[in-house]
């Protein structure tokens, strides 16, 4: 199988050429960032995702798991070989440390900057990749909301990468419905609580790979008021901690099963149990009966990166129906006169042209909303952090949502491109296709996704988030028009009425919700589409105007610009397009979604 090898080049541009890198360089404690650092680091990350997480993703999918059980009830879980000795050496170079703050053990690098890394981890091993991202998950749960003594005594080691955090939020009865969860949690004499409970689709809930897994664990308290107001967030160790910070006791949680999945099969799915025998012992982190608002500053961040994850199984997939293509020779292509490699086919092109085009844009738009966040807890301007603050929340769903489609998406075509071969495990393209195929649902379903875009992000406070975003367009395109660059002017004049069409669904969707209950629900999926695929011409735009510029002065012409100039053409002219269908959907209202009696299906 091919070595994965990190696109190093496009990584760089978007953060030195599309984030505010000069506002990121002067926040409080990113003194020591730099663009020369970004590309220490990013290379020093390639490397490792190529050279040691890269190999291990196919023998891991075929290897899959090992579950045995134990007479103690304390089950266990294997990992596929490698696994192991490939974490040890990720949590001993401190690559899980980046972003989190020094006082823990953390680089205080920026979270803008630790993005394209996760980028190249979810990209050589998705499954491997999942274990990290959930830990960074807990450790801003804890850092945010828990007390000082819980963060003193779990913190370095998760920052480190010794420990890994775990969510447990879903129940047997119930995926998404937190109102209706059952575990409960018992007050002690000690100030600790005892948790009793199960729960279901646990990533990396159990395994060989950390000294120790930090469960966040949502359950309910006796006296606790009903529904999600209701509901407290604990920590719950696998082991017990001792006075010098090592693990000791076993905790009473256990791993009863894992799933059999459709993809990600090197990656532990657990059902856990909490309390079989007396009670797992539990750390209240923030107040009681808030655990959902501390669960969210672990999810909202966590949506970013499984929108990531998309973008990464992208551009995997892309990468592996580019070489095929390259090496395939098949058929007499257009204006050759002998067989050659697929690649030379218009339509090969074309698909591997859209399986590039989207990668480059969601990966422009998720790094550009994952800046937000450090301006958004960093800055020292209130009404600086406050404009990012509503910024990142706009584009979180965006992020998730959008992002997890293309990845489905983007594996699929890769599929197509292999033929044949595409449908025979051996070829890998198959894996790409099951492992992303989980992307859209996890981290709140992509339904969930774009109610919260429709409900909360666009009517909750009258559209002002997008109209601040759309404001932003404008000038980006007020920006292109002075470029007087014949392709980068075509580019403008396809992305302009976009934006005004956006702009029109905004409207309409705030106006006729007043009136029709079923709009926002009906809609809210393509709307969710068409503002992505038009925040991604957003981006491929400013990515246009950039490299035309630079590809224009001798002293900064490279291939790699005018690559991105002719990927950004076909962007604009070939997928942006999109966006008219999806405002033809909308436009026709509820009507014919809520039409068909619900006995008829």
């Known amino acids: 199988m091919a070595e994965y090898k990190a696109p190093v080049d496009d990584m760089s541009f978007v953060v030195n050429e599309l984030l505010d890198f000069d506002g990121l360089e002067a926040l409080p404690g990113h003194e020591e960032f730099s663009s ?54 990720f949590a001993d170079n401190g690559w899980g440390s980046l972003q989190f703050e020094p006082d823990y053990g953390g680089q205080g690098l920026p979270f803008a900057l630790a993005i394209p890394v996760q980028d190249m981890w979810h990209a050589a091993n998705m499954a491997w990749g999942l274990c990290p991202l959930l830990s960074q998950g807990a450790i801003e749960a804890i850092e945010a909301n828990a007390t000082e003594e819980l963060k003193q005594r779990f913190l370095p080691k998760m920052i480190a990468g010794y ?30 609580y005892r948790i009793f409970g199960q729960k279901i689709f646990i990533t990396w809930g159990e395994h060989d790979m ?20 209701g509901i407290s967030l604990f920590l719950v160790p696998k082991f017990l901690v001792d006075d010098d ?14 799933e059999h999945k459709i993809g990600i099969h090197a990656s532990p799915t657990c059902v856990m149990s909490y309390g079989d025998n007396g009670g797992a012992v539990g750390y209240l982190v923030g107040e009681e009966n808030r655990g959902l608002a501390c669960m969210f500053s672990m999810m909202n961040n966590a949506r970013l990166t499984v929108g990531l994850q998309g973008i990464s199984i992208a551009e995997r997939a892309y990468q592996l129906a580019r070489d095929f293509a390259k090496d395939r020779p ?59 603050d509503a910024r990142v929340a706009l584009l979180t769903p965006i992020v998730k949502g959008w992002s997890t489609e293309i990845g489905p998406e983007v594996s699929s075509i890769g599929v197509q491109v292999h033929g044949g071969m595409g449908f025979v495990e ?70 302009a009425p976009s934006v005004d069409a956006l702009l029109k669904v905004k409207d309409d969707l705030i106006a006729g919700a ?17 503002m992505g695929i038009i925040c991604g011409g957003w981006q491929m735009l400013r ?16 291939p790699f610009y005018a690559n991105k100039l002719d990927t950004a053409h076909f962007y604009m002219a070939n997928i942006l397009p999109r966006y008219l269908s999806y405002a033809a959907i909308i436009g026709a209202g509820s009507a014919t979604t809520m039409a068909l009696a619900e006995d008829a299906f």
């Open 36 to 89: 020369e650092l970004v590309e220490a680091i990013l290379d020093e990350a390639s490397k490792f995702a190529g050279q040691v997480v890269s190999p291990l993703n196919w023998p891991g999918d075929q290897q899959g798991l090992s579950f045995k059980e134990a007479e103690d009830g304390f089950n266990e879980v294997h990992t596929p070989e490698g696994f192991k000795e490939a974490y040890r050496q």
């Open 163 to 192: 420990w890994n955090g775990t969510m447990n939020l879903t129940e047997p009865h119930a995926g998404s419905d937190m109102a209706t969860l059952k575990t409960r949690a018992e007050r002690t004499e000690d100030g600790s």
């Open 210 to 229: 950390t000294e120790n897994v930090i469960h966040l664990v949502l359950a309910r308290l006796p006296d606790a008021p009903p529904g999600v107001k």
């Open 245 to 258: 910070g090592n693990p000791a006791e076993r905790n009473d949680c256990r791993v009863l099963s894992i």
């Open 330 to 388: 098949q058929g007499v292509a257009p204006g050759e006169s002998s067989i050659g490699p697929i690649i030379k086919h218009p339509d090969v092109r074309r698909m591997l042209l859209t399986m590039r085009a989207l990668t480059e844009a969601s990966r422009a738009v998720a790094y550009v909303a994952c800046s937000s966040v450090d301006f958004r807890t960093k800055h020292p301007d209130p009404a600086v952090r406050a404009y990012h």
């Open 426 to 495: 051996e070829s890998g393209a198959g894996q790409h296709y099951r492992d992303s195929r989980i992307l859209p649902i996890y981290e709140g379903t992509n339904g969930i996704q774009s109610m919260d875009l429709a409900e909360r992000k666009t009517r909750g406070d009258g559209g002002r988030a997008m109209d601040s975003l759309i404001a932003e367009m404008r000038e980006t395109i007020n920006t292109a028009r002075e470029n007087d660059n014949e392709r980068v002017q075509n580019m403008v004049d396809l992305f």
């Open 514 to 530: 007043e009136t029709d209950v079923y709009l926002p629900g009906s809609i809210s999926f393509n709307y969710l589409m068409m």
């Open 543 to 558: 990515a246009a105007n950039v490299a035309q510029r630079k590809q224009s002065d001798p002293a900064t012409a490279a």
